[in-house]
């Protein structure tokens, strides 16, 4: 009868930039292995004495034998799941594993937990967002435990990352994923430290800086002669077509395929909402002559209808394969598109965000019927697509009020 088994293994194959590699508690079974975070990074020699046992001379420091009893924590849950398992899986032991709660309530034990999971439904740019905030928040406070989360902790976190340069913008998208992570755990709620109020923290937000071009700058866009067939050619083009396409964005662009056309209208579900709404918004498309010159240009005719239209993913590419493609391209008329900008004196730095924000604010102030606005965009209901305008009629309220004082002057 095979039999699994639990080791700490240190990762040594991956180290981090400060030279310390984690370290990891490997499972194996019938010749398979999986590998489980215990949010411990050491550098190899610490590893390696933490791990030696005393005796002839050889003594542990008290915060090398609170690291060792820490990782014996891991590998005695580890053996714990394995043995109350009457036939083992790797699903099973994770379920088991991750049901019973470190002791220690550790915070990053909770965000590796989640990144998991994240990485196993493909989600992986929201994985990549958790492990980013996971890491700040290691560096500011090594082995933090959910207790250590407080009002106070949390105003500490902000002023560190404020003193490191980071934006408020940068410091909400953090905290909200500990808030997140926070959320998931059984923790009493007369605790809880978010929110507003006395004895509450308040995750800060970053000025809404919305990003929408005026008609006049995306018609000098749509007639700034690139060099023909070339990058600066594709990237306007691209562009154009998520602008013309109901602001789509980039990954929904490369996913879409000949099947999601059906005479002049172009239909789909946006990737960003499909995990969210249990049937999925299908977001239709109504594609103009341009959009189709756009198409003829760059797409790839097939003759099968689940081919890509465009010739950016392909068949049987991993979703990390596709994550990589994707964010390639995004660079790509990011970078091309600020070019073009500086060259037709267009005081912006264009990104492929301006096509969504622009085509929801160019529609607005055509006069078109908010409801049909939030339908093309996707959203969920009106009081987003509002929400969403609310920033842009303020700064056209004042580009169109400064009439009324053209003609004044200052006093000498």
């Known amino acids: 009868m095979i039999e699994a088994t639990a080791n700490v293994y240190l990762d040594e194959l991956r180290p981090k930039k400060n030279d310390q590699c984690s370290v990891k508690i490997k499972v194996t079974y019938d010749r398979k292995r999986r590998y489980f975070s215990t949010g411990i990074d050491l550098l190899p020699d610490e590893f390696e004495k933490i791990m030696q046992p005393e005796g002839n001379g050889k003594r542990k420091t008290k915060e090398q034998k609170q690291t060792y009893q820490k990782i014996l924590f891991y590998l005695n849950k580890a053996n714990e799941a394995i043995k109350n398992l009457t036939v083992f899986t790797f699903d099973g032991f994770e379920q088991f594993y991750f049901e019973k709660r470190n002791v220690t309530n550790s915070v990053s034990f909770a965000f590796d937990r989640y990144i998991e999971q994240l990485k196993t439904e493909k989600r992986l740019s929201t994985a990549e967002s958790y492990d980013t905030a996971k890491k700040s928040l290691e560096r500011f406070k090594k082995n933090v435990s959910f207790a250590d989360v407080t009002p106070k902790f949390l105003s ?25 992570i926070y959320n998931m755990q059984n923790i009493d709620k007369s605790i809880y430290p978010f929110g507003e109020g006395e004895n509450k923290y308040t995750i800060p937000t970053g000025a809404n800086t919305k990003k929408a071009l005026s008609i006049d700058e995306i018609s000098s866009i749509y007639n700034y002669e690139a060099p023909e067939y070339s990058t600066k050619e594709m990237a306007k083009d691209y562009w154009l077509f998520l602008y013309l396409s109901n602001g789509m964005n980039v990954k929904d662009f490369c996913l879409l395929k000949w099947s999601n056309i059906d005479d002049n209208i172009l239909s789909y579900k946006r990737e960003k909402t499909k995990r969210s709404r249990k049937k999925g918004k299908l977001i239709a498309v109504a594609l103009k002559p341009e959009t189709w010159s756009i198409i003829k240009k760059w797409g790839q005719p097939s003759i099968t209808k689940d081919a890509y239209i465009f010739p950016h993913l392909k068949p049987g590419m991993t979703a990390e394969d596709e994550k990589a493609t994707i964010k390639q391209l995004t660079k790509t008329i990011n970078k091309y598109m600020k070019r073009i900008a500086i060259e037709l004196k267009i005081d912006k730095i264009i990104t492929t965000y301006f096509a969504r924000h622009s085509f929801a604010t160019v529609l607005k102030r ?12 996707g959203h969920s209901s009106v009081l987003v697509t509002e929400n969403y305008l609310d920033s842009f009629e303020k700064e056209h309220i004042q580009e169109q009020t400064n009439v009324l004082t053209a003609g004044f002057k200052k006093a000498n």
């Open 156 to 180: 500490k976190y902000e002023n560190w990352m404020l003193e490191n340069g980071k934006s408020i913008t940068t410091i909400g998208i953090y905290l909200r994923s500990l808030r997140s």
């Open 366 to 377: 055509s006069g078109a019927n908010v409801g049909l606005i939030s339908e093309l965009l």
